[in-house]
């Protein structure tokens, strides 16, 4: 976004009209369902700068009694479409950001914002809360599936790609809507996986890790960057005036403006307990950078005083509110708001079908002893498990169904396909007969039913067991302990796999859960993870053939949870093997490993070559199987000598190819040398000349790379 003069005349020109508390009133961002209908109003006729939450005829009500407010400033309305428009109850349901993640394709999430932007400009609304640019890397966490995975490179691809969906060519565009990166910053990695504590972190480490993906979205043009609840070594991000500016508007170069995330003002009086009251973390908030404040209204009176006694410069009110209009014009929201919208897109065939397509993509195998694709040999199956059957297991987080409009009564909007319907489906028209029993869920319950369920798995030539979590588990506060199977998913497991009936596990949960027996014993196992809407019907298609998986983990499995961090861009260490430590009683290395995947085509790698003159490396690819497939070729690097400790591998690089049966193709990627650079003590991110280790190949394990060593002078 370069500084457009005409705009800036308008900024000018604006505020010059404006009072105190209507510059105030623009920080402001009102909860619509927290505060009600008549209070909301009020808030509009002051002229509060935006509203979240709130859709069609209330959103409507609140623009026109902002439009006839003294300057008729229009209000911007957030959303949390963070998976298609998925709040709104008619809407594409798309996968989870951390399934779509499995795609690895970046022109898969740009087309996927593109539709979200489609839907939520078709309700009026112009911003998403999204894309999430935090990194899982202790997935007790319990926001792990909205985020890309554990890896700062994938993350800063896919979320830049997402960023140029949701803004189009144009934000001037009017089915173009603001995109956020969010959390700002390192808020996954709060100790103990124990959502918004402490991260305890050295900016050097944030800079090295944390920072890279929100460079990207910066370079992306991302027009919003929300703060995040938590604090670094001990100072709230919501107080950070060197993370806010110093960081994120002079290192990185941001122009856009800044929102906290809920009720963090509020939050540094009565949560982290560094403001004395109300007035004094106002004055904390806006000092550090917050242009503007989500849902702690109290911030309007507080920032007033603070102003009208001189504690709080009114410059820096001034700063946030040009930051904010500066959007509001760049985006055209005064001719926004004066048209009427069109509805038509929401939901639409198109829509449904890119969420089926993205949901067939997501779909990671990571285990196949050949059982799949199931063959004509088999001629009954038994579908097990709560969430095969259940389309609220399946969407999971941030639908209608669950944040932040709670409708857990909501009746569930078709189209939508759950496991057990789109194998129904499918098996019927194969001619093979198919069963369904409960069996167990992921929360004891008086449905649990393990005896019906192994009776008829024993009749079966094949069973198809749904394991996985459900909402309850998943989210904001709902962090886990223990990762294993809950209730009695494990004990059924367990007695399916005794049963010796070709057994197929899939996952469908919020992230990686410690599948160590299914790993073991079952014939195959899939990731889900949540689908969406057609999550059911791309799982049918994959079981069947129809679809020939192609997913990679953007994220580690763990054997257990206090194998946890488990992420493979570790440091090295001294014991164990690669360098990554060791358990006496466990394995140090991930049950299955970020990148991992199958399909029902393997492939081969040969002549990896490295030209450290250009900085271009190339290798060959082959499909050794029968079927055309895709493959994801993945390029990592070492620093073999560096003067601070860093990863054993880090991605740099990876491109998709598709490969006919026996086809081979010679991939090269142009590298940079900032690829393999490092940030060093004093925080500057430097290459250091030395050896360097370059490793290609299927996945992140260290028996699927290539590698070959070159020097940088
Ligand atoms: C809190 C969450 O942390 C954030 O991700 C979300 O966008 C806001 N609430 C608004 O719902």
Known sequence: ????????????????????????????????????????????????????????????????????????????????AVRGHALNDHAT?????????????????????????????????????????????????????????????????????????????????????????????????AVGARDACDSELTYRKIREVFLPPFQKAVDAGCATIMSAYGSIDGLPLTADACALRDILRTELGFRGFVVTDWQNVTSLVDKQFLAENADAAACLAAAAGNDMIMSSPEFFDSALRMVRSGKLSERIIEEAVRNILRIKLQMGLWERAAKSVKKADIGCEAHQSLALEMARRSLCLLKNDGVLPLTERIKSITVIGANADDIRAQYGDWTYFSHPLPHPEHPPIRPYTTIREGIETLAKTHGISCRYAYGAGPLHSEKDDLEEALDIAKQADAVIYVVGDEISQVGEGKDRADLALSGRQEELLLRLLALRVPLICVLAASKPLAICSAAAQAQAVIAA???????????????????????????????????????????????????????????????????????????????????????????????????????????????????????????????????????????????????????????????EPGRFLLMAGHSSKDEDLLRCEFALA
């Open 1 to 80: 976004m370069k500084p457009d003069k005409q705009v800036e005349a308008k900024i000018d020109a604006l505020l010059a009209q404006m009072t105190l508390e209507e510059k105030i009133a623009q920080m402001v961002q009102i909860p619509y369902p927290m505060l009600g209908r008549e209070e909301s109003l009020r808030w509009a006729e002051r002229g509060a700068g935006s509203f979240l939450h709130v859709l069609e005829k209330e959103a409507q009500e609140v623009q026109e009694t902002a439009l006839r407010s003294r300057l008729g400033i229009p209000v911007l309305f957030g959303i949390d």
């Open 93 to 189: 349901i798309f996968p989870t950001q951390l399934a779509c993640a499995c795609t690895w394709d970046k022109d898969l999430l740009r087309r996927m914002g593109r539709v979200t932007a489609k839907e939520v400009a078709a309700d009026g609304l112009h911003w998403t809360f999204s894309p999430l640019l935090c990194l899982a890397r202790d997935t007790r966490w319990g926001r792990c599936n909205e985020t890309f995975g554990e890896d700062p490179y994938l993350t800063g691809e896919l979320a830049s790609a997402m960023i140029q969906g949701y803004q189009g060519e144009d934000l001037a565009d009017e089915d173009s809507i603001l995109a956020c990166a969010k959390h700002y910053i390192a808020y996954g990695e």
């Open 529 to 687: 993870f949540n689908g969406g809407a057609h999550g059911g019907q791309a799982i049918a298609e994959l079981l069947f053939g129809k679809c020939n998986p192609s997913g990679r983990l953007p994220i580690s499995f763990p054997r257990h949870s206090g194998q946890l961090p488990v992420y493979y861009n570790q440091l090295p260490g001294w014991h164990g093997e690669n360098n990554v430590g060791k358990y006496c009683d466990l394995p140090a290395a991930p049950l299955y490993a970020f990148g991992e995947g199958l399909g029902y085509s393997a492939f081969g790698y040969q002549n990896l070559r490295m030209d450290a003159e250009t900085l271009t490396a190339s290798v060959e690819v082959t499909n050794l199987g029968e079927r055309q497939g895709l493959e994801t070729v993945q390029i990592y690097f070492r620093d073999l000598v560096s003067s601070l400790l860093t990863p054993v591998k880090q991605l740099i690089a990876y491109e998709q190819v598709l490969l006919m049966p026996g086809e081979t193709k010679c991939l090269s990627f142009q590298l940079r040398k900032m690829n393999f650079s490092m940030v060093n003590r004093t925080g500057e991110r430097v290459v």
